[in-house]
Each structure stands twice: as C-alpha cells, then as structure tokens.
C-alpha cells in the first residue's frame, strides 16, 4: 500500500490530454514539493517534474505538473504513442522522515 | 554526464545477507545527497535509503529500517547497502540514485540501471 495514490491506469488517444493524479497528505504533498517520473518498459526510471512543476532540460513542454493541498496533477497533452510507459509521483514525508512514493500509473495510448 | 552503475544484485537465500554497490561518476559524488531505490517484480517504487554527502545522516524506509545498511567511501566515489536478514518480500530490483536540492525541495535527477536482488531457497 503506498503512501502517496495514484489511479493505477489511464489512456487516451494521440493528440488528447491526460491527467494523473497524485494523492497524499499533510505530511508529504502538503508540505513538501513533489517530483514525477517517467519509466518505460524495462528501462529505469527518468526524471519528469521536480518541485512540483519544473521540467529539466530535455523534457518536452507537452509535460506539466501542478500541486495543489495534499494533491498534485501530471498533464500530458498533445499524447504520442511514446508516451506510454508507468508514471510516478513522489514527495518527502516530514513525519515518515522518508521519501514516498504513489504506486504508479501506467498510461495506455489507444 | 552522471552515470550510477550498481552491482552485487545475487540470488540469496532466505535469512541470508547480501551487499550492493554502486559506482558513481560524472559529478562531483561528495557533494551530493545518495538514494537506494527498489521495484518489486511488477509493482511501483519503493523508496529504501538516503545518506547525507558525507555519511552522517542515514534514513531508512519503514520495511527495511533495522535490517539494511547504507553507507558511502567518498574517496571511491562508491554507495554501498548492506542487506541483513532477507526475506522473499527483499526480492526486487535495487536502483542507485542521486539526489538534488534547491532550498526545502529535494529530489531524484538520475537513476542506474539496477541491480537484481532474488530471495528464494
């Protein structure tokens, strides 16, 4: 059971928008920024969103991330098929003294 | 560029201990705030440990506090964890991880590829 939630699927067509929610509480996203991960199949995990809606260099501007209370959103527009992979939020936990992360959502590009 | 190789990832038996490692270059590694991160077989992230730049700061997550070990030799540029007292729920693979900061925000910019921890008899 992890301590941040995430649906566990989401899809859309290419071209559509999607969302991704990311859930917690006054410990963690309340308090604390929150970061995003892409990973593809079979590949290790890649950085997406740091402090709740900064994008690194490389990643496209179809990414953004938002945090609002104890919850945070990933939008997704303009889906390509490349898009499909698991996604991951994560946040530090001030009373778990720890980062946690939600369980993932693995996104369908139909 | 930031490259985190790990190794050590084995099959062990139950009870058994087991130590990975991760070599780190591309940056200037004591500088920089470490990670261990593992994925079940099929299943989300979970984070395991973070150590401070120079050691003295250790967290662990809940499922491997008391049992797991991370440490660091700076002068090799080297993260090291320690597994003790593993069971089949350890079974997963292990990333190495850097961490990055600005003000109150912390996190993680790079990843390895992992290394594969089997618990089986």
Redesign the interface.
Known sequence: QSVLTQPPSASGTPGQSVTISCSGSSSNIGSNSVSWYLQLPGTAPKLLIYSNNQRPSGVPDRFSGSRSGTSASLVISGLQSEDEADYHCAAWDDGLNAVVFGGGTRLTVL | EVQLVESGGAVVQPGGSLRLSCAASGFTFNDYTM?W?RQLPG?????VS?INWNGGST????SVKGRFTVSRDNNKNSLFLRMDSLTTDDTALY?CAKD?H?G???????????TLVTVSS
Not at chain 2, 43 to 47: A, F, Q, S
Not at chain 2, 105 to 113: A, F, P, S, T, Y
């Open positions: 990670h991160v299943k989300g992230l979970e984070w973070l967290y662990y997550g809940g990333y990055m600005s109150y925000d912390r996190w993680i910019d790079n990843w390895g590829q992992g």
